[in-house]
């Protein structure tokens, strides 16, 4: 049973568009949920995150929404650009050291 | 600055045998944590660490050891290979007092 659900698996967005990427989580003990993004051939790398006592963070480009009461939480790209083009994915975790992520989005943002 | 080093890159492995996957970080973190990422899948946590000394299994442990002797040093052992392994293996580690992991490079298994 998958932990956090992630949706869509990909999404094609032209450059200067929004990117929505959307995830969903059922264990209300989460208390940390981060993005990464990952580039082919590489580790994933935090993005941004955002604890359940916000509702929005913004950082740049990048903004997270979060709906505590219907567990789901989403990722904004705007503006988005060619080199935005990796895959993402969400995770949810509690304390810090036990992650669940999701299965992953693979964003291509055409020129 | 050199951050999490995994090693090897690639592995081919025959079904049944043994290996060990290194993981080695500078950092000084005292959390780490080893993930599989298989396609359509994301990360799955196999084995974590809070500190030398303390280790804990994560959501798939079944046919992985591990072992931290050292804070800078975090090995995955897979004692008898099986195809079902055949994956991307990533290290990360984190210091306690910071939410960021800093996942290493990778290694891709394939088990034959």
């Known amino acids: 049973q998958q932990q956090v659900k992630q949706s869509p698996q990909s999404l094609i967005v032209q450059k200067g568009g929004i990117s929505i990427i959307n995830c969903a989580y059922e264990?209300?003990?989460?208390?940390?949920f981060p993005w990464y993004q990952q580039f082919p051939g590489k580790g994933p790398a935090l993005l941004i995150a955002i604890r359940p006592d916000v509702s929005e963070k913004k950082e740049g480009r990048f903004t997270i929404s979060f709906n505590k009461s219907a567990k789901q939480f989403s990722l904004h790209i705007m503006d988005s650009q060619p080199g935005d083009s990796a895959t993402y994915f969400c995770a949810a975790g509690v304390n810090f050291n036990k992650f669940y992520f999701g299965s992953g989005t693979k964003l291509n943002v055409k020129p | 600055n050199a951050g999490v080093t995994q090693t090897p890159k690639f592995q081919v492995l025959k079904t049944g045998q043994s290996m060990t996957l290194q993981c080695a970080q500078d950092m000084n973190h005292e959390y780490m944590s080893w993930y599989r990422q298989d396609p359509g899948m994301g990360l799955r946590l196999i084995h974590y660490s809070v500190g030398a000394g303390i280790t804990d299994q994560g959501e798939v442990p079944n046919g992985y050891n591990v072992s931290r002797s050292t804070t800078e040093d975090f090995p995955l052992r897979l004692l008898s290979a099986a195809p079902s392994q055949t994956s991307v293996y990533f290290c990360?580690?984190?210091?306690?007092?910071?939410?960021?992991?800093?996942f290493g490079q990778g290694t891709r298994l394939t088990v034959v």
């Open positions: 264990n209300t003990a989460f208390d940390y």
């Open positions: 990360a580690s984190r210091s306690p007092g910071h939410t960021e992991a800093f």
